[in-house]
């Protein structure tokens, strides 16, 4: 069986539409409110898509986290599941996946990404000290800033810019990183941080070659390299078909190359594996000793790590299936068609298009909007309000405030529709875009948002807020005259 269907049906009459390799055999009801009472359920969840209840979402693009469609051969293995405290055959079926995905031989169960980064960030953070990142994820900076810690982002100039040639916005700037280094001083810096690809900023791809310089340049200073792979499956997909000399490499190969060049690799199995659960793994028997006790302290015994043995066994067979280019391939041509359908209606989005989802660019959307009354996360609010649609903020909403208490504006305000793997049909994405062109015709009738009640950690959970005016109501009643239905 060839590994590249996906690239070699074309359709005769010449369309460039995404042929799903999967065909649905278990499906979920949805329903679509009408735009009043849509009104009324945004206005209850403090115009934060998080605390929406999902009976009134109608395309949940929240986030891939947890929510991917799951295979017939996940919930097969499923049933298999060795339900014991101590010693589980699942987990040990699990962790020889993880040695031969990896080519590690250490694995450190855990029960999602955030459980592997108090790990991570108690085993090696000291106050004072820097983790450098491509970029940042929020929950891996709260773990790292709760004990101390500071984040030096490493990125190029080009990651921040929305519109964009460059193929791997991701990739390190070695000169920034390099001078970074060496002002700062290799004792105080606790580890390297590779996120591919990067989730705030789009889900844009590193590089293999960027990798391999960063993974060279650490060794050569004695640096701790760490990959962040929840969003690995995008990211070797990217490495496939953007770059060059890794055309004909499979994805196995992709990622026990990668993989030769860290010392430690985490992931969220909400994301890779489409399942539920996560882990470390090394090839370092003494990075291993160093993190291991934490396991049983925080997570569960070492042969389960806070997971059930069903996600185990689900997480099993999808990293598995992560090395099969069809399945992998979804999101990211997904992403594309909404992408597209998007830029023709002049919707601003960040291009390249990069996996997880369709990032659309709320400065240039509503750039009527100032910054602290959260121009993406007003924009989320709207998009449900014209769709039934609920997408995430990544922008200043989804900041740190700063120590003095002073708002942190993001370099980026974006709304994510996250694109699950095999979850949505064409004509759903079709119909987003479709709502969101709407919206942009609509848009100068979007105002701002702000706090009515504001958490001090990850704020972005939980916190609601409320409009600066009455725009809800107009943007309401233009929608009535424009679809009367209301739907
Ligand atoms: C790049 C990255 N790292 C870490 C995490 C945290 O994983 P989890 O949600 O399983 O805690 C996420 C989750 O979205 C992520 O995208």
């Known amino acids: 069986m060839p590994d590249n269907i996906y690239k070699r049906v074309a359709f005769f009459s010449g369309q460039s539409i995404p042929l799903e390799m999967h065909k649905a055999r278990m499906v979920q009801r949805i329903y679509l409110r009408h735009i009043k009472d849509r009104q009324e359920v945004i206005g209850k969840a403090g115009n934060n898509t998080f605390l929406l209840p999902n009976r009134d979402v109608f395309l949940d693009m929240l986030t891939d986290s947890g929510v991917n469609a799951m295979s017939e051969a996940q919930y097969a293995a499923m049933l298999l599941a060795d339900d014991s405290y101590a010693g589980s055959e699942t987990f040990y079926r699990l962790e020889k996946t993880i040695q031969e995905v990896f080519g590690t031989e250490y694995y450190l169960p855990a029960h999602q990404g955030r459980a592997c980064e108090n790990i991570l960030a108690n085993s090696y953070v000291k106050e004072g000290q820097y983790v450098v990142t491509n970029f940042h994820f929020t929950t891996t900076k709260a773990h790292i800033t709760r004990l101390g810690g500071k984040i030096f982002e490493a990125v190029g100039e080009d990651a921040a810019k929305t519109v964009s040639s460059n193929l791997f916005k991701g990739n390190y700037d070695m000169d920034k990183f390099k001078s970074f280094v060496k002002e700062t001083g290799v004792e105080n810096i606790a580890f390297v941080r590779i996120e591919a690809g990067t989730n705030l900023i789009g889900g844009q791809p590193v590089s293999m070659a960027n990798m391999r310089e960063v993974s060279e340049y650490c060794r050569s200073q004695g640096l701790k390299l760490v990959l962040d792979a929840s969003l690995l499956a995008d990211n070797i997909y990217f490495i496939k078909t953007r770059e060059k000399a890794y055309e004909s490499k499979s994805l196995a190969e992709i990622v026990l190359e990668m993989s030769s060049l860290m010392d430690i690799i985490y992931f969220s199995g909400r994301k890779l594996g489409c399942a539920r659960g996560g882990g470390i793994c090394t090839a370092s028997k003494e990075e291993f000793l160093r993190m291991r006790d934490l396991v049983p302290l925080y997570e569960g015994f070492l042969t389960y790590g806070g997971m059930s043995v069903r996600e185990m066994e689900a997480m099993n067979v999808g990293i598995k299936e992560t090395l099969d280019i069809d399945i992998v391939s979804q999101t990211p041509l997904f992403v594309e068609v909404l992408g597209s359908e998007l830029e023709k209606k002049g919707v601003p989005v960040v291009t390249p298009y990069g996996g997880l989802g369709c990032h659309v660019d709320a400065l240039r959307f509503v750039d009527h909007v100032p910054q602290t009354e959260y121009p993406a996360g007003a924009l989320a609010a709207a998009i449900y309000l ?85 725009w809800q109501d107009k943007l309401v009643e233009a929608f009535l005259k424009d679809m009367p239905s209301g739907l």
């Open 386 to 470: 014209a769709g039934g649609i609920r997408g995430m903020e990544r922008g200043t909403l989804s900041e740190q405030r700063n120590p003095d208490g002073s708002e942190h504006l993001s370099s980026m305000e974006l709304v994510r529709l996250a694109i699950p793997k095999r979850v949505f049909s064409l004509s759903q994405i079709m119909y987003a875009a479709d709502r969101i062109g709407w919206l942009y015709e609509h848009r100068h009738l979007i105002g701002g948002i702000k706090f009515s009640d504001e958490p001090k950690t990850l704020r972005f959970f939980l916190g609601t807020l409320v409009p600066v005016s009455d």
